[in-house]
């Protein structure tokens, strides 16, 4: 990436706003059309005692524990230091209208807590989504990570760095994993939102999931749009790039023309034919998990 590119000097008040309800995506999850077919079918379930330690699932009508489905884990963006699951149930009903079992957990967020909790967080909610999903027609067996912009960092660390994973005892639960727009290689942190939640960081390179690329990671599927001004493309590109070199499986995409908040939008029925980013992340997703049978 372009490393002072990585967030621009406004990148608080863009990722605030998008927390709100009355933002662009916030509006999405308020007043936009909804994939049908798809419901809730539980919300706040634990992973922690924290009040943001809770996740809720999405699942198709037709989801059924003796005919289970592969499931994702969601996680939203926002910096570092916003975002809310409540703000996301279109993007997760999208999903889950593919054919998947859905989980969108919250996390704890900057200045409450610093890196790497946060990523601590995204592992344990994933090993929890495991624990309970079956009961919902998913089947853990069979489970990936996605996330978008901040989200896009957890879910890439918790892959590719394989401590946070054996920390919660899990350490091959996740079968293929997904980045929208994420930020992989920021250093150094000279802008506010990575100092902020990465600056007290003892070594700043373990904060960086291109650092952790190896051969044996589960494969990847990376999309980002071309005009993405505040994590610039560069950076799908370096870690598809690197992936590549030590032997990994990593397939990446990019959109031409469209922003940072385009990449996930185009998961709402209003702007799906803006770009196939839906149609090409879902079709990995089933590639490789579709075929995969209980260890």
């Known amino acids: 990436m372009t490393r002072r590119g990585l967030f621009a000097p406004a990148l608080g008040a863009l990722v605030a706003s998008l927390a709100a309800a009355c933002s662009p995506l916030g509006m999405l999850n308020s007043l936009g059309p909804r994939d049908r077919g798809v419901r809730r079918v539980v919300r706040d379930l634990e992973y922690g005692t924290h009040p943001r330690q809770k996740f809720d699932i999405y699942a198709p009508l037709t989801a059924s524990p003796t005919s289970p489905l592969p499931v994702l884990v969601f996680f939203y963006g926002g910096g570092w230091d916003s975002g809310a699951k409540d703000l996301y149930g279109w993007a997760a009903q999208a999903l889950a209208a593919q054919g998947f079992v859905v989980a969108v957990p919250d996390y704890r967020l900057v200045p409450e807590v610093l890196f790497p909790v946060f990523i601590q967080d995204a592992a344990a909610a994933t090993a929890r989504v495991a624990e309970v999903v079956a009961t919902y027609g998913g089947d853990p067996e069979r489970l990936g990570v996605i996330g978008h912009s901040a989200g896009a ?127 090409d992340v879902s079709a990995f997703f089933h590639r490789e998990l579709d075929v995969r049978t209980h260890q």
């Not at 054996?166 to 994420?182: D, M, Q, Y």
């Not at 370096?238 to 590549?244: G, N, P, S």
């Open 153 to 279: 960092h957890l879910a890439m660390m918790i892959t590719l760095d394989g401590r946070y994973m054996r920390a919660v005892g899990k350490p091959h639960l996740i079968k293929a994993a997904s980045g929208l727009a994420g930020p992989y290689d920021f250093l150094p942190f000279d802008v506010p939102a990575s100092i902020n939640a990465f600056g007290q960081a003892p070594d700043p390179e373990q904060t960086q999931p291109l650092r952790f690329a190896r051969a044996d990671a589960p494969p990847l599927w990376l999309g980002h749009g071309t005009a993405d001004v505040i994590v610039h493309d560069e950076d799908t590109i370096l870690l598809e790039a690197r992936m590549k070199e030590l032997g990994g499986r990593c397939e990446a995409k990019l959109y031409p023309g469209l922003s940072h908040e385009d990449l996930i939008a185009t998961f709402s029925p209003l702007f799906r034919r803006k770009a196939p980013v839906l149609a």
